[in-house]
Structure formats: structure tokens, C-alpha cells
């Protein structure tokens, strides 16, 4: 069965500074991969997403995120986070071969950001 | 075009009680999704509705749990009778056939069961 893990619980920054959160799968072959984020009291919005192609992938709010397949990681980057970027992230994959289109998360990481 | 929206955005009943969550999927949206977020523990899918019909629903914990989709527009998922453990955020998702892996979430259904 696939499995996702977000080794950070809570990572703070400071606003204008780098952001990196990580994230780890395991599964068979190579997963559809995804970032959703969740700000206080919304649901959880799609950043980015990876099928296949470039590994370097460019999405919303000016995030990027890397695949690679030799570590089986796909880790979330910004290069300046703003204070609105304070929220819950999460990792998930899909499955490919699977019917069913859903979705396994990961744990999830608090990001809060100073000012 | 509005999102996903569920109801009720927090609902706190006792053990044993009856709880009914709704959520209304984008509208052409044929596929749904609930997904439930245990305190402290990563969210979890619970099943996938194609139109009316159950895809998968390999997730669901337990009989006391019912998901219907009527006429293949807005979903509920019951629980009934409430235990202290299903308490947890509840999530719904919908998604375009024709891009299934595009899921937009609703903002989730706060249960507390005491």
C-alpha cells in the first residue's frame, strides 16, 4: 500500500525567508503527486501537482516542487514566504493504476511565519 | 462558479446520537469524494461516488457509517450511533470526470462527539 510522510510537524519561519517542507512516498512505481494547502477556516486548495514530465514543477502562489524518484521525495519550495503563506500543507499521492482516484495524505505541516 | 460546500461547518453531539453531514459538489461534478482528518493523524479516505454510485468506499470504518448520493448531485454521509472516536474533520472533494485527479475540496465538517 502507498504511504506518504511528512517528516516536520511544525516549521517556523521568518517572513522573507526560504521555505522547504518535505515530503517522502512510498509505492510501487511513480505516483501522481500533489501539494494542497489549508489556510484557517478554508478547504484545502491544489498548489501543484506532478503526473510526469519535468521534474521541477511551478504552481499557485509562487510555489515549486521537485520529484525525485532516487529518493522518492517530492519536497515543496518558495524562495520569500509572506505572513499569508502561515497555514497547513499537505503531501498526498494518487495512485495511477487505480480506478478509484483517491488520494493518500500525508501528516501534514504547520508552517507559521514571523514577522 | 461556487466551490464545495458542506454542512454544517461544526457539530458537537453525544455518544450515541445521530449526526448527518451534507456536502453539495461543484455543480457538473460527477465525481465525490469524503475524506475524514482523525485529530492528529493524517486524512483518510473514506469513498468515491461516480454520479449515484459507490466507485470505492474501501475506506469507510465501519457499518455505523452510511454515504448516499441521491439523484447524483450533493451527498450526506451519516453516522449513527456517534462514538467518541469518530470525531475528526470530515472533508468532501468533487472532481471533473474528465480530469479526475483535479479535487476540490470543501472547507470540512468539524464532528465532536462527547
Known amino acids: 500500500a502507498q504511504s506518504v510522510t511528512q517528516p516536520d510537524i511544525h516549521i517556523t519561519v521568518s517572513e522573507g525567508a526560504s521555505l522547504e517542507l518535505r515530503c517522502n512516498y512510498s509505492?510501487?512505481?511513480?505516483?501522481?503527486l500533489f501539494w494542497y494547502v489549508q489556510s484557517p477556516g478554508q478547504g484545502l486548495q491544489l498548489l501543484l501537482k506532478?503526473?510526469?514530465?519535468?521534474?521541477l514543477v511551478q504552481g499557485i502562489k509562487g510555489f515549486e516542487a521537485e520529484f525525485k524518484r532516487s529518493q522518492s521525495s517530492f519536497n515543496l519550495r518558495k524562495p520569500s514566504v509572506h505572513w499569508s503563506d502561515a497555514a497547513e500543507y499537505f503531501c498526498a499521492v494518487g495512485d495511477p493504476q487505480a480506478a478509484g482516484n483517491k488520494l493518500t495524505f500525508g501528516g501534514g505541516t504547520r508552517v507559521l511565519v514571523k514577522p | 462558479e461556487a466551490g464545495v460546500t458542506q454542512f454544517p461547518s461544526h457539530s458537537v453531539i453525544e455518544k450515541g446520537q445521530t449526526v448527518t453531514l451534507r456536502c453539495d459538489p461543484i455543480?457538473?461534478?460527477?465525481?465525490l469524494y469524503w475524506y475524514r482528518r482523525v485529530m492528529g493523524k493524517e486524512i483518510k479516505f473514506l469513498l468515491h461516488f461516480v454520479k449515484e454510485s459507490k466507485q470505492d468506499e474501501s475506506g469507510m470504518p465501519n457499518n455505523r457509517f452510511l454515504a448516499e448520493r441521491t439523484g447524483g448531485t450533493y451527498s450526506t454521509l451519516k453516522v449513527q450511533p456517534a462514538e467518541l472516536e469518530d470525531s475528526g474533520v470530515y472533508f468532501c472533494?468533487?472532481?471533473?470526470?474528465?480530469?479526475?485527479?483535479?479535487?476540490?475540496f470543501g472547507p470540512g465538517t468539524r464532528l465532536t462527539v462527547t
Open positions: 472533494a468533487s472532481s471533473q470526470d474528465r480530469r479526475r485527479y483535479e479535487q476540490y
Open positions: 506532478y503526473f510526469s514530465g519535468d521534474t
Open positions: 455543480s457538473g461534478h460527477d465525481n
Open positions: 509505492y510501487g512505481a511513480t505516483p501522481y
